[in-house]
């Protein structure tokens, strides 16, 4: 899908906005490829854990309640592809270019295909269930206090309580999740076999390939199963020291979630859940 192309006056101008978390593989992704092409923008953290991606402020503009979306002026995107082959139309046109133009067609085929795999379900079968259930709890009780502060809306909230509920569902289907992991391996095992070949996804430089695949292979070593999908294969396994070198990562990724920090990061957000919920503050 094509899309009108609204440039800022400099890359210094606040007119992009992001709505992100970090947290969010979609929102890492994003925000790697501004890193990358360095792009200037104004951050808004909407934590998708605690709600605030239901708010009715975010819910207006988005009513999926999906992260990230991408404002430009009037224009707003909401795919991720979509996003960052913008991002780069942005970098290239900045850099004076006449020929705007995107990725080649071997660095799409690949972002697509990382894109495919959805970690939503393998993500959270490997939340300890009381956890997982505890949060899911609170989202609902959050989309329905914001329903009733915004009944207009109450079509979409509706929509989003219903989600949730079949959420909850999906990750006790043990055939979602045996679908969704061998969808993960077949990936991984074909990113293997494409990396004993050339440094990177899509061949001898870095490419928004790799901003689709890095937050993928991050999930796994948070979730402490870099043993089971990164060790066991020897290319991959160095491509991830490689990248962990980028300061693209360590300020997207790294800063949140290497060593203690990511205990931080993620006891905070329990905390706020836990208060609220013990408050019953939605």
Same mark, same amino acid.
């Given at each position: 899908?094509?899309?009108?192309?609204?440039?800022?006056?400099?890359?210094?101008? =606040?007119?992009?906005?992001?709505?992100?978390?970090?947290? %969010? #593989?979609?929102?890492? =992704?994003?925000?790697?490829?501004?890193?990358? =092409?360095?792009?200037?923008?104004?951050?808004?953290?909407?934590?998708?854990?605690?709600?605030?991606?239901?708010?009715? +402020? @975010?819910? &207006?503009?988005?009513?999926?309640?999906?992260?990230?979306?991408?404002?430009?002026?009037?224009?707003?995107?909401?795919?991720?592809?979509?996003?960052?082959? !913008?991002?780069?139309?942005?970098?290239? @046109?900045?850099?004076?270019?006449?020929?705007?133009?995107?990725? $080649?067609?071997?660095?799409?085929?690949?972002?697509?295909? *990382?894109?495919?795999? $959805?970690?939503?379900?393998?993500?959270?079968?490997? *939340?300890?269930?009381?956890?997982?259930?505890?949060?899911?709890?609170?989202?609902?009780?959050?989309?329905?206090?914001?329903? +009733?502060?915004?009944?207009?809306?109450?079509?979409?909230?509706? &929509? &989003?309580?219903?989600?949730? !509920?079949?959420?909850?569902?999906?990750?006790?289907?043990?055939?979602?999740?045996?679908?969704?992991?061998?969808?993960?391996?077949?990936?991984? %095992?074909?990113?293997?076999?494409?990396? +004993?070949?050339?440094?990177? #996804?899509?061949?001898?430089? @870095?490419?928004?390939?790799?901003?689709?695949?890095?937050?993928?292979?991050?999930?796994?070593?948070?979730?402490?199963?870099?043993?089971? !999908?990164?060790?066991?294969?020897?290319?991959?396994?160095?491509?991830? *020291?490689?990248?962990?070198?980028?300061?693209?990562?360590?300020? *997207?990724?790294?800063?949140?979630?290497?060593?203690?920090?990511?205990?931080?990061?993620?006891?905070?957000?329990?905390?706020?859940?836990?208060?609220?919920?013990?408050?019953?503050? !939605?």
């Amino acid at each position: 899908m094509k899309h009108i192309l609204l440039l800022p006056n400099s890359l210094g101008d =606040k007119k992009m906005q992001l709505y992100h978390h970090p947290f %969010d #593989l979609d929102s890492q =992704k994003v925000r790697l490829a501004l890193e990358e =092409k360095s792009i200037d923008y104004t951050s808004h953290h909407v934590n998708p854990v605690t709600g605030k991606n239901l708010d009715s +402020s @975010f819910f &207006k503009m988005n009513p999926g309640g999906r992260l990230p979306v991408f404002q430009n002026g009037s224009h707003i995107l909401y795919k991720t592809i979509d996003i960052i082959q !913008y991002i780069e139309r942005i970098a290239v @046109f900045s850099s004076g270019s006449e020929n705007i133009s995107s990725s $080649n067609k071997e660095v799409i085929e690949w972002m697509q295909k *990382v894109q495919e795999w $959805n970690p939503k379900y393998f993500s959270l079968s490997h *939340v300890p269930e009381k956890y997982r259930i505890y949060v899911s709890k609170f989202l609902r009780r959050v989309v329905i206090a914001r329903m +009733s502060e915004s009944p207009e809306l109450a079509g979409a909230y509706h &929509k &989003k309580l219903k989600e949730a !509920y079949q959420t909850e569902e999906r990750v006790k289907d043990s055939d979602v999740l045996i679908r969704s992991k061998e969808h993960l391996i077949r990936l991984l %095992d074909e990113v293997e076999k494409q990396l +004993s070949e050339t440094p990177y #996804l899509a061949g001898q430089e @870095f490419t928004m390939a790799d901003v689709m695949l890095i937050p993928v292979l991050s999930r796994l070593v948070l979730l402490d199963l870099e043993k089971e !999908y990164i060790t066991g294969r020897p290319n991959i396994a160095e491509y991830w *020291v490689l990248i962990q070198q980028r300061p693209s990562y360590r300020k *997207v990724i790294g800063r949140y979630f290497d060593g203690w920090k990511k205990h931080k990061t993620l006891l905070k957000t329990w905390c706020f859940v836990r208060v609220r919920s013990l408050l019953k503050r !939605y």
